[in-house]
T-cell receptor, first 112, second 111 residues
Framework: EPEVTQTPSHQVTQMGQEVILRCVPI?????FYWYRQILGQKVEFLVS????????KSEIFDDQFSVERPDGSNFTLKIRSTKLEDSAMYFC??????????FGPGTRLTVL | AQRVTQPEKLLSVFKGAPVELKCNYS??????LFWYVQYSRQRLQLLLR??SRESIKGFTADLNKGETSFHLKKPFAQEEDSAMYYC?????????????FGPGTRLSVLP
C-alpha cells in the first residue's frame, strides 16, 4: 500500500538557520498538507497546497514558512530562520480530494 | 470558530470493557468528521470517517448533529487498542477549507 514518506526523521538545527523538511506524498494525490505538533500539544494545521499553490494556511504559517512542490513528487516545507519555538514534530499529509488525509511518519525538528 | 474538543486526556479501561472516547465539535458549516489513531512510534492513521459509516477494528462512531458529537465506541477493548486517538474535522465555510484536530485522548487498555 502506498505511503507518505518524510525525510529526515530527525533534524537538529541552530536558532536562526534555515531548514527544509521533505515529503513525498502518495503519487496520485492532489492535495498536500503540513501540520505540526509541539511536544505534549495537539496537532495543528499549517498549510494546504493544491494545483501548485497554497489553498489554505493557518495563523501559524507566517512569512518564515514557505512550501514548494519543486519536481512533481516532493513537497517541501521551508522555515527561513528557525526559532526555539519551532521545535516540534512536523507531519506531511496528502489526499486525493479534500477528504481522507494520509499522514507521513513525521520529522522531529529540534532547534537549539 | 471551528473547534474540536476531546474532554479526556487519558482514558484507562480494562481489557474486555466497553470504551467510549468523546469528541464534540463546533462548526458553522457541514463538517466531515474523522477519527485518527497513533500507535506508539507510528504515524497517524485514519481509523474512521463519518460518511463511510463503517466499523474498523471493532470501533464505530456516529455523528450526532444535534449534540455536535462524534464519539468513538468499542464494546470490548483490547490491549492493542492502546494508543493516542484524535478526533478531527474537515469542512468548508465562507472563509475557506478548515482542518482542525482535537487535543487527543490517550487510551490505555489494562490487562
Amino acid at each position: 500500500e502506498p505511503e507518505v514518506t518524510q525525510t529526515p526523521s530527525h533534524q537538529v538545527t541552530q536558532m536562526g538557520q534555515e531548514v527544509i523538511l521533505r515529503c513525498v506524498p502518495i503519487s496520485n494525490h492532489l492535495y498536500f498538507y503540513w501540520y505540526r505538533q509541539i511536544l505534549g500539544q495537539k496537532v495543528e494545521f499549517l498549510v494546504s497546497f493544491y494545483n501548485n499553490e497554497i489553498s489554505e494556511k493557518s495563523e501559524i504559517f507566517d512569512d518564515q514558512f514557505s512550501v514548494e512542490r519543486p519536481d512533481g513528487s516532493n513537497f517541501t516545507l521551508k522555515i527561513r530562520s528557525t526559532k526555539l519555538e519551532d521545535s516540534a514534530m512536523y507531519f506531511c499529509a496528502s489526499s486525493f480530494y479534500t477528504d481522507t488525509q494520509y499522514f507521513g511518519p513525521g520529522t522531529r525538528l529540534t532547534v537549539l | 470558530a471551528q473547534r474540536v474538543t476531546q474532554p479526556e486526556k487519558l482514558l484507562s479501561v480494562f481489557k474486555g470493557a466497553p470504551v467510549e472516547l468523546k469528541c464534540n465539535y463546533s462548526y458553522s458549516g457541514s463538517p466531515e468528521l474523522f477519527w485518527y489513531v497513533q500507535y506508539s512510534r507510528q504515524r497517524l492513521q485514519l481509523l474512521l470517517r463519518h460518511i463511510s459509516r463503517e466499523s474498523i477494528k471493532g470501533f464505530t462512531a456516529d455523528l450526532n448533529k444535534g449534540e455536535t458529537s462524534f464519539h468513538l465506541k468499542k464494546p470490548f477493548a483490547q490491549e492493542e487498542d492502546s494508543a493516542m486517538y484524535y478526533c478531527a474535522l474537515s469542512g468548508r465555510d465562507n472563509y475557506g477549507q478548515n482542518f482542525v484536530f482535537g487535543p487527543g485522548t490517550r487510551l490505555s487498555v489494562l490487562p
